[in-house]
């Protein structure tokens, strides 16, 4: 292992980032930060998604330069070029979803880039021995000389963490590692944590959940919305506390939810299971009722609407929607059945970005407006008119490319696309993510409206007041399962966060 | 991964033996010296271009002007040992090898700094390394009266210090030459850190630049090397055929070169393969080869089956990195 010898007094502020601010193009998502990780501490940093933790981390693992503010290393200042430099200045960044190579054996991907060499070239046999040893001081037994396909990703983290350990570093920033951890991988962790500690190791720890973060961690910062609002040390706080630190805001009501206006059951879903990603998922959605799915990232919330729509085959279950039973897993026959999927990501699989506004929003229709094969410009333009006009898309005309719409506006085309196959069920994946918060409110008040139409609407988001707002029931995901259910008048954000993070509401009021 | 590899070689080589089987029994003149002969100089042509190819596909790339390569810098080595016979056979070789390596750089380039997809650029500059193949020629073949002696005797003769070793000593220099380029290209993938970033980026592009991989330059580098293997098969071409035709020399070659890559268990997806399964797999082709002509069965024949046994390849790793993948509980 690293000697002793250079073991930095226990408290010594290794790494500081003072005053760091970051904009991805006009959106700011953090500002004026700062934080100090000490030698032999772990530090958490917390905060609902998107209040800017992982941006955070990605700037200390030199991923990301920031717009303003300064790092520095041992009271020196320093800029990161990229995560190589960052590595080499002796701070590594280990992932959530870990940087291996599945061909490569688990020796090379600790060393890759800096093997060991002997006159030239690459020495194999020490390579794996020091690969070994390095696992070994981590109280990690794997093959080195097997690939790495097929490994847990716990497995995985542990070789980032000894390619880590290969390179000195002093400092070591854990971005959601143990999101999609087993309890018993968080437990080897958090033992391999500890001896990293008792090293003198400065530990950033990003993480949710609440146990884990008050059995790992020596300090907490929470983070809201960019903002650092507060930090303590964790024998002088509660999850309570925290909580209240990472809620904060008051959760005002973004739009008028009226009284809901509910039929019959539009979508039933019964025992779904996919193993590993979720299992044994039943819910209803009635006509005329929104519904949210809360959860960590993780916790398979976007899985089981692609299970639903049939993009994902499935080991169990059945899902019916209004009488009709989608037995075969396949998104035409969802579509047929009346179900509607606007997904997460708007870029890679919402909309043709260089495609004009009225081919995007005439695309899911265009089977049914074919005739011989062939679709009528005439047409399309005008059933692609009908939707931008009921959600009052703003556009200059229906030439434009999607591209040059803002976000609310691309996601009011991608919905809008969908109401044309008037759709039963609407499922909406992170419907407002990088919207800006004016636009935020006019998608909001479209899923209402749709809603008040009578369609049913099963809703995916990680944005608590968007959640608590617009959801007349509130289902809570963790770990693959739904643990816990919410009528809209005992939804709470703190006992959304409790549920999703695991703390149990016991450990909330203590 | 070790096990993959020899689980590929070890069905080359019983496809090679297969082959061989088949052919003896049905023509038994299959086992002839001419014909033993003929695969000994046909296959270290087809060997030293895929060396190059197989770091190509490694990383996740293609080259498809490496027939055009050998072309223009066989034509060449031709045209300048003709009209300046002073250069020396050694000379000649040295400028077709590095015009092979200007020719690979140039789609280097393209494909690693201005983000071309390897296809389209190699695909562009197949057409531009041909046209100029029968500019430089001015449309007119070399004969092989016209080219010296020296470059036909690495066809035909072996190194002088084994002339005494009885069958060895029938082993001609190109043979030689192209079992050190295979060896080479082996310990190059396995012990430089230069053929392990090959790897890396050909099985995780994203983790590669994160983990500080000089991505682009090891790029870059893949299409120098596939270029130098097709400027080197050029000027053994000369050599293994003596008369050099511009619409002749290396056309069509890539999809030969292609299939012995991708036979020899590099997979299109990246990240997988190497030097000893690919040389397996051009001797596989080189016996189909001459096995084909000795059947009888026609030449034109020859791209087809070329063709037919590559999409088999692809498909049958398509299949199996699926499932691996499945296995591993990766999104397929």
């Not at chain 1, 601010?21 to 934080?35: C, K, N, T």
């Not at chain 1, 391999?192 to 790992?216: C, N, P, Q, Y």
């Not at chain 1, 333009?381 to 609310?408: F, H, P």
């Amino acid at each position: 292992m690293s000697s002793a010898a250079v073991n930095p007094v226990s408290g010594a502020v290794i790494l500081s980032a003072s005053h760091i601010s970051m904009r991805f193009g006009p959106v700011e998502v953090l500002a004026d930060i700062s934080v100090e990780l000490r030698a032999g501490e772990v530090h958490a940093l917390l905060g609902e998604n998107g209040a800017g933790k992982s941006t955070l981390a990605k700037i200390l693992g030199g991923v990301y330069k920031p717009v303003s503010g300064k790092l520095a290393l041992l009271g020196n200042e320093i800029t990161l070029s990229g995560p190589r430099d960052a590595a080499a200045k002796g701070i590594a960044l280990i992932h959530q979803e870990p940087l291996t190579f599945p061909d490569l054996s688990v020796a090379e991907n600790i060393f890759i880039g800096r093997q060991p060499t002997k006159a030239g070239r690459i020495d194999w046999a020490k390579m794996r021995q020091d690969a070994e040893k390095y696992l070994s001081a981590l109280g990690v037994t794997l093959d080195v000389s097997a690939p790495v396909r097929g490994l847990s990703v716990a497995d995985r983290q542990m070789i980032e963490l000894a390619s880590a350990l290969s390179l000195n570093a002093k400092v070591l920033i854990l971005d959601e590692t143990t999101a999609s951890l087993t309890p018993g991988e968080v437990k080897k962790l958090s033992a391999v944590l500890d001896r990293l500690k008792a090293e003198g190791k400065a530990i950033a720890f990003i993480g949710h959940r609440m146990e884990e973060i008050f059995s790992i961690c020596d300090r907490i910062s929470v983070l809201r919305d960019g903002l650092k609002v507060g930090e303590t040390l964790r024998t002088e706080t509660n999850v309570d506390a925290i909580l209240r630190w990472m809620v904060g805001r008051d959760v005002h009501h973004l739009v008028e939810r009226g009284e809901p206006n509910l039929g019959d059951v539009a979508l039933d879903v019964s025992g779904l299971t996919r193993k590993p990603r979720f299992a044994d998922i039943s819910l209803s959605v009635k006509a005329g009722e929104i519904v949210g799915l809360a959860g960590l990232v993780g916790a398979g919330r976007t899985d089981v609407l692609r299970a639903i729509f049939g993009l994902d085959t499935v080991d169990s279950g059945l899902v019916t929607v209004v009488g009709t039973k989608l037995v075969h897993h396949d998104p035409a026959r969802a579509m047929e059945a009346g179900v509607a999927l606007v997904p997460e990501d708007r870029q890679q699989h919402g909309v043709l970005m260089p495609q004009s506004i009225w081919e995007n929003g005439s695309l899911a229709i265009m089977p049914r407006l074919a005739k011989l094969g062939l679709v009528d410009d005439k047409t399309a333009r005008k059933k692609s008119a009908e939707g931008t006009q009921r959600l009052a898309v703003k556009m200059r005309d229906d030439e434009q490319t999607i591209r040059e719409l803002s976000g609310g506006n691309q996601q009011k085309v991608v919905i809008g696309k969908w109401l044309l196959t008037n759709p039963k069920v609407l499922l909406l994946d992170e419907p407002t993510r990088g919207i800006d918060v004016g636009a935020k409110a006019e998608v909001h008040r479209v899923i209402v409206e749709l809603a008040q139409s009578g369609l049913a609407v099963l809703m995916v988001s990680s944005d608590l007041p968007e959640v608590l707002a617009l959801s007349d029931r509130v289902l809570v995901m963790r770990g693959g399962q739904i643990v816990s259910t919410f009528d809209r008048k005992d939804a709470t954000a703190e006992g959304i966060i409790a549920a999703a993070s695991g703390a149990t509401l016991a450990e909330v009021t203590a | 991964m070790k096990k993959l590899l020899a689980r590929r070689e070890l069905s080359l080589v019983v496809a090679i033996i297969l082959i061989v089987g088949v052919a003896v029994a049905l023509q038994p003149r299959f086992a002839s010296e001419q014909n033993i002969r003929s695969i000994l100089l046909w296959v270290p042509l087809l060997a030293v271009a895929a060396m190059g190819q197989t770091a190509v596909i490694i990383t996740r790339g293609i080259d498809v002007s490496v027939g055009s390569i050998l072309g223009l810098a066989g034509m060449t080595t031709a045209i300048l040992l003709r009209d300046y016979p002073q250069l020396g056979v050694g000379g000649a070789a040295v400028i077709g090898i590095g015009l092979g390596a200007i020719l690979g750089a140039i789609n280097g380039g393209m494909i690693a700094f201005a983000k071309v997809p390897p296809i389209v650029a190699t695909l562009g500059t197949l057409g531009i390394y041909r046209g100029l193949t029968f500019i430089v020629s001015g449309g007119r073949q070399v004969d092989d009266y016209q080219l010296p002696k020296d470059l036909m005797n690495w066809s035909l003769e072996g190194p002088a210090l084994l002339s005494n070793v009885p069958f060895i000593n029938s082993i001609p220099w190109v043979v030689w030459i192209a079992l050190l380029v295979m060896i080479l290209s082996h310990l190059g993938m396995t012990y430089t850190s230069y053929g392990r970033d090959v790897y890396a980026l050909g099985g995780n592009p994203d983790a590669a630049a994160l983990r500080g991989i000089p991505v682009n330059f090891v790029t870059f580098m893949a299409y120098v090397l596939c270029g130098i293997g097709g400027g080197f098969a050029g000027v053994l071409y000369a050599s293994r055929y003596g008369t050099v035709n511009p619409s002749g020399i290396g056309n069509g070659f890539e999809l030969q070169v292609i299939a012995a890559v991708v036979i020899g268990g590099v997979s299109v997806f990246g990240g997988t393969g190497g030097a000893p399964g690919v040389a397996l797999s051009c001797l596989l082709l080189g016996v189909v080869n001459v096995a084909l002509s000795v059947l009888a069965i026609a030449d034109t024949w020859q791209m087809a089956i070329y063709g037919l046994v590559l999409l088999v390849a692809i498909i049958a790793d398509e299949r199996f990195a699926r499932s691996a993948r499945k296995r591993a509980g990766e999104a397929v």
